[in-house]
């Protein structure tokens, strides 16, 4: 694995506008600044998500359960692309094409490493045949594993320790898809549901200046 915090993200307001870049170093320390970034759900015809547990050397949240992967566009790079990336690097994946299924918006400090998760999240759904081949990285992943996405988050509840936070989050937006909103990326199919409102807080109960939530992610169960 290549270390890649010197790599650029962008930097967004709490609706997805662009305001600007930073190194992913620089993003994710304390305080944190709201970056963008995605959550990959991949899903067998039995409707199971495929977990990874991050390998010990990952900078945030080492050895946690998290969904299949996660990442951060370049700036300009679409979400189609970088997912893919990630995913050919992480679980060495053929690409998949990928539904976005909502958006999840959190704050999370690692209290092992010390850096801050705060993210608006595209989550985003790929649909994947039973057997699916992978060649997981080891300095990426730990272990994987299929499971029932409700029983993970009963899981989550019982130990949130054991899961990184965004986890219960991500999987509330594939168990109950939102409309993504204009910044969408137009390479990705979107989900149609009913709209749910945002849930959570910036800062325990705080809400960003367009009024929009934060999810305060931090060792709970992801902002159900």
Same mark, same amino acid.
């Given at each position: *694995?290549? +270390?890649?915090?010197?790599?650029?993200?962008?930097? $967004?307001?709490?609706?997805?506008?662009? =305001?600007?870049?930073?190194?992913?170093?620089?993003?994710?320390?304390?305080? /944190?600044?709201? %970056?963008?970034?995605? +959550?990959?759900?991949?899903?067998? @015809?039995?409707?199971?998500? =495929?977990?990874?547990?991050?390998?010990?050397?990952?900078?945030?949240?080492?050895?946690?359960?998290?969904?299949?992967?996660?990442? %951060? !566009? =370049?700036?300009?790079?679409?979400?189609?692309?970088?997912?893919?990336?990630?995913?050919?690097?992480?679980?060495?994946?053929?690409?998949? +094409?990928?539904?976005?299924?909502?958006? #999840?918006?959190? #704050?999370?400090?690692?209290?092992?490493?010390?850096?801050?998760?705060?993210? #608006?999240?595209?989550?985003?759904?790929?649909?994947?045949?039973?057997?699916?081949?992978?060649?997981?990285? !080891?300095?990426?992943?730990?272990?994987?594993?299929?499971?029932? @996405?409700?029983? $993970? *988050?009963?899981?989550?509840?019982?130990?949130?320790?054991?899961?990184? @936070?965004?986890?219960?989050?991500? =999987? +509330?937006?594939?168990?109950?898809?939102?409309?993504?909103? !204009?910044?969408?990326?137009?390479?990705?199919?979107?989900?149609?549901?009913?709209?749910?409102? @945002?849930? /959570?807080?910036?800062?325990?109960?705080?809400?960003?200046?367009? /009024?929009?939530?934060?999810?305060?992610?931090?060792?709970?169960? /992801?902002?159900?």
């Amino acid at each position: *694995m290549k +270390s890649r915090e010197s790599h650029l993200v962008e930097l $967004v307001d709490d609706t997805g506008r662009v =305001l600007g870049e930073a190194t992913v170093a620089a993003a994710h320390q304390a305080p /944190g600044r709201l %970056h963008r970034a995605f +959550s990959v759900l991949l899903v067998d @015809p039995d409707g199971r998500v =495929l977990l990874q547990q991050r390998a010990p050397v990952k900078t945030r949240f080492p050895l946690r359960w998290a969904n299949s992967c996660c990442g %951060h !566009p =370049l700036p300009g790079e679409s979400l189609a692309e970088a997912a893919n990336r990630r995913l050919a690097e992480e679980l060495g994946a053929e690409p998949v +094409s990928l539904t976005e299924v909502g958006v #999840y918006l959190y #704050y999370a400090e690692d209290p092992a490493t010390g850096r801050v998760e705060f993210e #608006y999240d595209h989550v985003l759904r790929a649909d994947v045949p039973t057997g699916l081949t992978l060649l997981p990285d !080891p300095d990426e992943v730990s272990e994987l594993r299929w499971a029932d @996405p409700t029983k $993970v *988050m009963t899981e989550i509840d019982t130990d949130p320790r054991s899961h990184a @936070p965004w986890l219960g989050g991500v =999987l +509330s937006r594939l168990l109950r898809p939102i409309p993504t909103g !204009p910044t969408a990326d137009p390479t990705l199919a979107t989900a149609t549901a009913s709209p749910t409102a @945002p849930t /959570g807080a910036r800062a325990a109960g705080s809400a960003t200046p367009s /009024g929009r939530r934060v999810d305060d992610a931090s060792e709970r169960s /992801g902002g159900r």
